[in-house]
């Protein structure tokens, strides 16, 4: 079958996702391309519907939704449906859809309404044979071993990330930070190695006792998924 992605490039957690998905549906021998110029069997669309989408789908072409989290406030948010118009669309006119968590299945279908069989959830594509055969890595530390890691936007609440550490922290346990923004976190205990490709953090995930995200907003969050492999 030929599979076309469109609106997955970027490097957030949807894109993050069909890097991971594409390579296992080649495995299945489906041939996936981010374009095309012969015509498609079906399509799958990240987040929102594009020119590409929308093209497919007047052509006869099956479109399969794949959405991210949805901004839920609605009660006295006037702006609400603006905020949501590209997973609103996309919910509504795909011939399938595919949710990244139950819960964000659940939300959908309780927000909106149910689409029954026509929706399906798959865990951000992560395979738990190419993490576990990653190298693992360990700071030279004797205590315990806390890791985070994220793309350190405001919902992921950074700022937590120590005092949760400093909070129940134990004698000679270490901490280290993996993503963008975090050098406020570098001394003492606590290590902070920068942003890294999703493959790099497998072996830090292998090697760490305990993994910490107090992100708030996330439906299904790539890191925590990696991590509980």
């Not at 079906?42 to 479109?63: E, K, T």
């Not at 990244?100 to 029954?116: F, I, K, N, P, T």
């Not at 000679?172 to 942003?195: A, M, P």
């Amino acid at each position: 079958m030929k599979i076309l992605f469109t609106n997955a490039g970027g490097e957030g957690g949807p894109n993050a996702f069909a890097r991971m998905l594409a390579p296992a549906l080649e495995e299945l021998g489906h041939e996936v391309t981010p374009w095309s110029a012969s015509q498609p069997d079906v399509v799958l669309a990240f987040i929102q519907h594009d020119g590409i989408s929308r093209a497919a789908q007047a052509l006869g072409i099956p479109v399969i939704g794949r959405l991210g989290g949805m901004h839920y406030h609605m009660d006295g948010w006037p702006g609400w449906r603006e905020s949501n118009e590209g997973n609103l669309s996309l919910f509504a006119d795909a011939d399938h859809i595919i949710h990244q968590s139950e819960w964000s299945r659940a939300l959908y279908s309780s927000v909106l309404y149910d689409r029954g069989d026509e929706v399906s959830v798959i865990l951000n594509g992560t395979s738990q044979k190419r993490i576990l055969a990653a190298e693992i890595r360990r700071v030279p530390k004797s205590g315990r071993r806390w890791l985070a890691c994220s793309n350190w936007r405001a919902n992921k609440r950074l700022e937590q990330v120590l005092k949760i550490f400093e909070q129940r922290r134990l004698f000679g346990d270490s901490l280290v930070v993996i993503g963008d923004r975090g050098e406020q976190l570098y001394g003492g205990d606590t290590t902070w190695l920068g942003s890294k490709a999703r493959e790099d953090t497998w072996g830090w995930m292998l090697g760490a006792d305990i993994f910490i995200h107090p992100a708030c907003n996330d439906a299904c969050p790539n890191a925590v998924v990696d991590a509980a492999m």
